[in-house]
């Protein structure tokens, strides 16, 4: 991976990682419903991991465009995209929502691991400080 080429294919505009910081922290509000007791947001989205994990590819997608997040990113897009598709074909459609209270908690789950990624954990996981 270090030696994965950094040629750059875009170059997004400044303003568009405060739309990315945006979508991350709904991908994680998503990811947060999934492990959570079954609310609305869970029931709408039908497979809120899914959604979480192509909301945080296209995000990344959004602000990164060089070749190495490209390929990751795009992967996990794509493997979200063609996993969700699989599974509407298969006739899962998830579980029926069964709290607010999984909503509250999901919500208020999302935003702290969103506050903890963008402040501390992000150089620690990628590698890349975001500010």
Do not use: C
Request: aromatic letters at 10%.
């Amino acid at each position: 991976w270090p030696n994965a080429s950094t040629h750059v294919l875009y170059t997004p505009p400044y303003w568009m990682r405060h739309i990315a910081y945006l979508l991350v922290l709904a991908g994680l509000i998503m990811v947060a419903a999934a492990y959570l007791p079954r609310g609305r947001i869970a029931a709408r989205l039908k497979h809120p991991m899914l959604a979480g994990l192509k909301t945080w590819a296209l995000a990344h997608l959004l602000v990164n465009g060089d070749v190495r997040s490209v390929l990751l990113f795009g992967a996990f897009l794509a493997y979200g995209v063609a996993d969700r598709i699989a599974l509407k074909r298969r006739g899962d459609m998830g579980a029926p929502a069964v709290s607010r209270f999984g909503d509250i908690t999901a919500i208020v789950v999302g935003a702290a691991a969103w506050v903890a990624i963008y402040l501390f954990l992000h150089p620690i996981i990628a590698g890349v400080a975001l500010r």
